[in-house]
Nanobody, 127 residues
Framework: QVQLVESGGGLVQAGGSLRLSCAGS????????MAWFRQAPGKEREFVAG????????VYADSVKGRFTISRGNAENTVYLHIASLKPEDTAVYYC????????????????????WGQGTQVTVSS
């Protein structure tokens, strides 16, 4: 079983950038497809970005394409989410999640496919 801990959130001005980290323990994160979801106040949790077990495939929500980048730091057993050009509508709690789907290049985008979740990190973007 893998445990996930997010960090790196905070208060940032619009146009700024952040790097969120998802540190894994208990198991090697390279064995899992990884994703970031977010939940804004009053809204449902939504998929933001994901990376396959192989690391060769990445998927992004249309709303974040070109601004968010998911990557793996296998030596650190960590997955990162680089966020640039932040907008007030990016304000949310960001969660990382892990699963072991069939196929090394598949990236699930549905919450129910992810078995393991972190506790979340708050990102607040001021205008």
């Amino acid at each position: 079983q893998v445990q996930l801990v997010e960090s790196g959130g905070g208060l940032v001005q619009a146009g700024g950038s952040l790097r969120l980290s998802c540190a894994g323990s208990g198991r090697t994160l390279s064995s899992y497809a990884m994703a970031w979801f977010r939940q804004a106040p009053g809204k449902e949790r939504e998929f933001v970005a994901g990376i396959s077990r192989s690391g060769r495939s990445t998927v992004y929500a249309d709303s974040v394409k070109g601004r968010f980048t998911i990557s793996r730091g296998n030596a650190e057993n960590t997955v990162y989410l680089h966020i640039a050009s932040l907008k007030p509508e990016d304000t949310a709690v960001y969660y990382c999640a892990a699963c072991q789907p069939y196929g090394f290049s598949y990236v699930p985008q549905v919450q129910k496919e992810y078995r393991y979740w972190g506790q979340g990190t708050q990102v607040t973007v001021s205008s």
